[in-house]
């Protein structure tokens, strides 16, 4: 016990030393003159704040951002689309963070859309289940098909998992598939992750969730024999997606290093980034 | 006649109860040692250097906890600054300056009650008061002065006890000395509480160590290491306790989370041993 | 001299202030979930509002009723305490009266440790081991339920119950106890019908004391209800009033966001109430001995 204890605070203490040295190294980065793009070093805080969904995504920018920019600081606070557009209108945040467009109400504000998001319907990797239409998706959803037999399937009791209302993932599924409403969940969950696990945990369970979050712990089925891919998506052949967009506040005064950042998210550069984040960047 | 009372049927609902009082016994201790034998078993496997010693990155996919581990540090080194003088000044005022018994018990009162108020509206409290309305944003500081209001009773509490077995004599030997009661307080008083300040400084960082809720909406889930304490008081920063919850619920890397969940038992031994420590001290 | 008086009366009024500040946290606390929260309700209508039994927050036509809300966490913390209450007290006499002092010294620090165990850790092994251990026992096909969250609640409560009553055990005069024994009631008689009859205040205050931990708690229960906004069954998923807060709130705007913090405001005064309820317990206690 002791000997455990002793262990990890000499770890905590050695974790401590090293971050100490981590932040005199990157703050040391831009008198090195290592922007690429020439201009003078940028610096200063990059505050971007919204969509759980989007955190490949961003977490993937930044990281790359702050890399050749190391005087900037990116930080991104997963707090949902919602309060991503709250924060981008009380100016708590410069980029408010979105997986879906704006709504009538939210006025004063511009959506730059940097990627678009597949929403990949995912079963358990048992469920011999791998095609269904949209209408088929819908009935599983709203209740009307119970049984995973009346779709092909096992006989076995559907277990809807979706997300929490007021998620940018639940309202692209529901305005999709066209069951905003009258969804009949047998789980809601508030993160993407969440979604992944329970239907990983339960043979029976079908979910919703991003595509760059999809991994093969479940089984992501074709819609109408379309597979969610990068060029399905952008091509826009596979129906169920969604845009992600950078939200700001108009008319607002921009730091130049949140400018860069935008326009760093737009570029062609950019856009592997985001293919390697698992989302697929807008057709060129 | 004493045989007549001790009947079978006496004797038979006695060991029943005997019998009952012994099987909830076993129950508690039972569970505590299933839950921390599957904690481990399934948590301290995944204890790596690189997931102590690293940050996540989105780019090359790892995991890793450090940021969070800081933040825990710095969380805890911010809430005590804060809630220490408040917390002392309290205890003082209440056992050695306050006359009015009426004020006295509206004091404790209003103690009694924040010790009972859930983590949960402390969260949408901070969120409201010290983000919202003080400007402070998603941030470490925001989460640290909703922490503050949480361990106060802990901290007036304990210091408390440890003042009123400050025996008289010494108090009236200062003041017959010509102390005032400042010097008195200081010289005299404080010094023959430590213990008990002690004490309660450990119980806090307890109650911090495994605080979630209250921070999820008051210091986000930042996982990003700043450079200096400065730097990261002013961003978001998730503690462990937080980073288990978004592990677990949002991202399904439950591995991680077992492995965090080892770390905090680790830690709560570590502090129940510390305040074993200090009790035996303090009542010696 | 001078100089001396004025830090005297200095250090009053810093004293004096360091006092005042619990009192004000309470009272903006208080001001601050009221002016959070009561708008919402009368734009809904407070009847609609607390016994609506539908909850729909973001539908075209939202519906905001919280009485499924209620009665989850009515039940919820009902059903830990009836669970909880038993194992707690029990343990609590066997630590006290039953227990010798060797083993009871080595049970004790269990009990601490249940309680220092963080929230998000309970939830873990509730959503890893209890949930698909009630779906696989009860043959259901989602395991996330009011039941596996009664279980895992009546787990948090423990502690709290099990050392408010052992110190209200502990405190009752052993002279009551000797009388009863020399009486020739057996010891466990003697426990049953003298010691917890005596101790009785106490051990409600912690049973009020785990009810207030039960009504609280958000995370684990968020990571075993299943958080559906059904009418609460044993073995639907269910929302509490904790976890409706929390669920909803990182995503929501407009009258949805004015709601939750309307929830939360009947959390709040649930949790006022147990608060002058234990408070009345424990001066009664005071004043009784």
Same mark, same amino acid.
């Given at each position: ?284 | ?284 | ?101 060797? #083993?009871?010294? &080595? =049970? ?6 249940? !309680? *220092? ?7 873990? +092994? ?114 509490? #009033?904790?976890? &409706? =807060? ?6 929501? !705007? *407009? ?7 309307? +929830? ?26």
């Amino acid at each position: 016990m002791k000997k455990l204890i002793a262990i990890v605070l000499t770890a905590a203490m050695a974790a401590t030393l090293l971050a100490g040295c981590g932040g005199a190294a990157s703050s040391s980065a831009p008198s090195a003159g290592s922007s690429a793009a020439g201009q003078a070093a940028l610096s200063g805080k990059v505050a971007t704040n919204g969509s759980t969904s989007m955190e490949k995504v961003i977490g993937a920018l930044a990281e790359a951002f702050m890399m050749e920019n190391g005087g900037v600081d990116v930080t991104y606070d997963p707090t949902g689309s919602g309060a991503g557009i709250t924060a981008a209108t009380e100016g708590t945040a410069d980029i408010g963070l979105s997986s879906r467009g704006l709504k009538d109400s939210e006025t004063g504000l511009t959506a730059i859309t940097v990627a678009l998001d597949g929403i990949a319907i995912i079963v358990n990797n048992n469920n011999p289940i791998a095609d269904l239409t949209v209408e088929q998706i819908k009935g599983l959803a709203n209740g009307e098909v119970t049984n995973w037999k009346e779709v092909g399937g096992k006989d076995a009791p559907v277990v809807m998992i979706g997300r929490e209302a007021g998620s940018g993932t639940r309202d692209g599924f529901e305005s999709i598939i066209d069951v905003k409403d009258s969804c009949k969940y047998a789980q809601e969950l508030t993160a993407t992750g969440a979604i992944i696990a329970a239907v990983a945990a339960n043979e029976n369970a079908i979910g919703y969730a991003s595509l760059s979050a999809v991994d093969d712990t479940v089984k992501a089925i074709t819609v109408e024999g379309v597979e969610a891919s990068e060029t399905t998506v952008q091509d826009g052949s596979y129906k169920v997606q969604r845009p992600f967009n950078f939200v700001v506040k108009e008319g607002a005064e921009q730091s130049a290093a949140v400018k860069a950042f935008i326009e760093f998210a737009e570029s062609k550069e950019a856009a592997d980034i985001i293919i390697a984040a698992g989302a697929v960047p807008l057709a060129k | 006649m004493l045989q007549n009372d001790r009947s079978p049927r006496r004797r038979l609902r006695d060991n029943l109860l005997r019998g009952a009082i012994c099987v909830a016994a076993a129950t508690t201790v039972l569970l505590l040692v299933s839950l921390i034998g599957y904690i481990f078993m399934r948590g301290l496997p995944y204890i790596s250097w690189e997931l102590l010693s690293t940050s996540p990155s989105a780019l090359r996919g790892t995991i890793g906890i450090l940021p969070n581990i800081l933040n825990t540090f710095y969380m805890i080194l911010l809430a005590l600054i804060i809630v220490l003088p408040l917390g002392i000044g309290a205890a003082v005022y209440l056992n050695e300056y306050a006359t009015n018994r009426r004020f006295v018990a509206i004091i404790e009162f209003a103690t009694e009650t924040l010790a009972g108020i859930p983590s949960i509206i402390y969260g949408l409290f901070g969120m409201l008061f010290f983000c919202q309305f003080l400007g402070l944003q998603v941030s470490l500081r925001s989460g640290a002065l909703t922490l503050v209001i949480m361990i106060l009773p802990t901290i007036i509490r304990t210091t408390q006890e440890s003042l009123k077995t400050v025996p008289e004599s010494y108090r009236e030997g200062a003041l017959g000395l010509g102390a005032t009661k400042w010097t008195m307080i200081r010289t005299i008083i404080l010094p023959s509480s430590l213990d008990g300040i002690v004490t309660g400084c450990i119980l806090a960082i307890g109650r911090i160590v495994g605080e979630s809720a209250a921070l999820i909406f008051t210091a986000g889930i930042g996982a990003v290491i700043a450079g200096n304490i400065f730097q990261a008081m002013s961003r978001s920063g998730g503690t462990l306790s937080v980073a288990l919850y978004v592990y677990v619920f949002e991202r399904g890397k439950f591995d991680v989370g077992f492995a965090i969940a080892s770390i905090l038992m680790l830690l709560v031994f570590g502090i129940n041993l510390l305040a074993k420590f200090a009790k035996r001290r303090l009542s010696r | 001299m001078k100089i001396k008086t004025v830090t005297e009366k200095v250090m009053n009024t810093v004293f004096f202030a360091c006092g005042i500040v619990a009192i004000a946290c309470v009272v903006i606390i208080t001001g601050y979930m009221l002016y959070a929260g009561l708008p919402a309700i009368f734009k809904i209508g407070p009847a609609k509002f607390l016994f609506g039994t539908e909850w729909a927050s973001t539908a075209a036509e939202p519906k905001f009723g919280i009485l499924p809300f209620i009665l989850t966490s009515v039940y919820g913390t009902a059903g830990a305490t009836l669970i909880g209450v038993p194992i707690g007290l029990l343990t609590a006499v066997f630590l006290s009266k039953v227990a010798p002092k060797k #083993l009871a010294n &080595a =049970v004790r620090p269990a009990v601490e440790l249940l !309680a *220092g165990i963080p929230s998000v850790v309970y939830g873990l +092994i509730g959503m890893m081991v209890l949930v698909p251990f009630v779906a696989k026992t009860f043959n259901l096909a989602n395991g996330t339920s009011l039941f596996a969250a009664i279980l895992v609640l009546a787990v948090m409560i423990l502690p709290s119950i099990i050392n408010v009553s052992e110190t209200a055990l502990n405190a009752v005069p052993p002279e009551y106890e000797e009388a009863s024994l020399a009486l020739g009631a057996t010891k466990m008689e003697t426990i049953f019908k003298v010691s917890i009859p005596a101790a009785k205040s106490g051990i409600a205050a912690g049973v009020v004391l785990g009810i207030g931990r039960a009504i609280g708690e958000a995370m684990a229960v968020m990571m075993v209800a299943g958080n559906v906004a059904n009418m609460p069954e044993l073995f639907t998923s269910v929302t509490f #009033l904790t976890t &409706a =807060v929390s669920k909803e709130m990182s995503y929501s !705007a *407009g009258l949805q966001r004015e709601a939750l913090f309307s +929830i939360a405001l009947v959390l709040f005064c649930f949790i006022m109430l147990i608060n002058f309820l234990l408070n009345a317990l424990l001066k009664h206690k005071k004043g009784g001995r």
